[in-house]
């Protein structure tokens, strides 16, 4: 989930990136639990009460995103052209041939983790398999370049080369973030940009990195929902994310 920041970069200690791998795990079972769930003709409301469920059956978890900033559900699910930030509903059924957005956070001891994927509903055609793999091989480059002594750049620069050479869009609008001690922190981590560029990455920070990739426009609209964040073609887009800490041996994925 993208979302305003704080005005501070804040480190972790080694026993807080504890706390959020613990949380993360938490996450990442959610994950794959709606995702097996996903099929042509269940809605998006009842993947949101799923994922309420699954969080909370699991000691001290809490949905991080259950009325963050007033949002309604405990899920963004977003289908197609729809980004992010996309408000559960009975009303919204998946059909065979859909991709749906899947993301989530988890609270637990007063940390929260943050992490998406997307999924194909039933049979998907070539090009949105090659949208899904190319975004998720540009979540694993960026997360490589997340490095101590790397640049913020760095990272964004990873992702763009993986997304631009097949002939995708970096969304630019919309960034990855801090996040540990609140769900969205300083600093944020663009898509896109150049090595050496932006803050440098220090042992301790923790960081959701969230390639948002589409087939055609990187432009984007919000819905009058003032949720939904859609491609401004209609065209579909892809969303991996991962919290990802810092640390002296190179980046450790936490979700």
């Not at 003709?41 to 963050?68: M, V």
């Not at 190179?250 to 979700?255: A, D, F, Q, S």
């Amino acid at each position: 989930m993208i979302g305003s920041s704080a005005p501070t970069t804040l480190l972790k200690s080694a026993r807080e990136i504890e706390i959020m791998a613990r949380g993360g795990e938490i996450l990442h079972a959610t994950l794959m639990h709606l995702k097996g769930h996903v099929r042509p003709g269940i809605s998006t409301g009842e993947l949101d009460q799923l994922c309420e469920a699954f969080i909370r059956s699991h000691a001290g978890a809490e949905p991080a995103f259950k009325g963050l900033y007033g949002f309604p559900g405990s899920a963004c699910i977003s289908i197609n052209e729809e980004i992010v930030h996309g408000i559960p509903s009975r009303k919204r059924v998946l059909r065979d041939g859909d991709i749906v957005t899947l993301d989530v956070g988890v609270k637990l001891e007063g940390m929260y983790t943050d992490a998406a994927i997307t999924v194909p509903v039933g049979e998907i055609d070539a090009e949105t398999q090659h949208l899904l793999d190319v975004t998720r091989r540009s979540l694993d480059a960026g997360i490589a370049a997340a490095v101590a002594d790397n640049h913020v750049g760095d990272i964004g620069a990873a992702v763009q080369a993986v997304v631009e050479a097949e002939g995708f869009a970096v969304v630019r609008e919309l960034v990855g973030h801090g996040v540990g001690f609140s769900p969205h922190e300083e600093l944020q981590i663009p898509n896109y940009g150049k090595p050496k560029r932006g803050k440098k990455l220090s042992v301790g920070l923790t960081i959701a990195i969230e390639p948002m990739v589409n087939v055609g426009t990187a432009k984007t609209r919000t819905l009058s929902d003032k949720w939904t964040v859609v491609t401004a073609d209609g065209k579909r887009s892809a969303h991996f994310e991962h919290t990802v800490a810092i640390t002296e041996n190179g980046p450790r994925i936490l979700t």
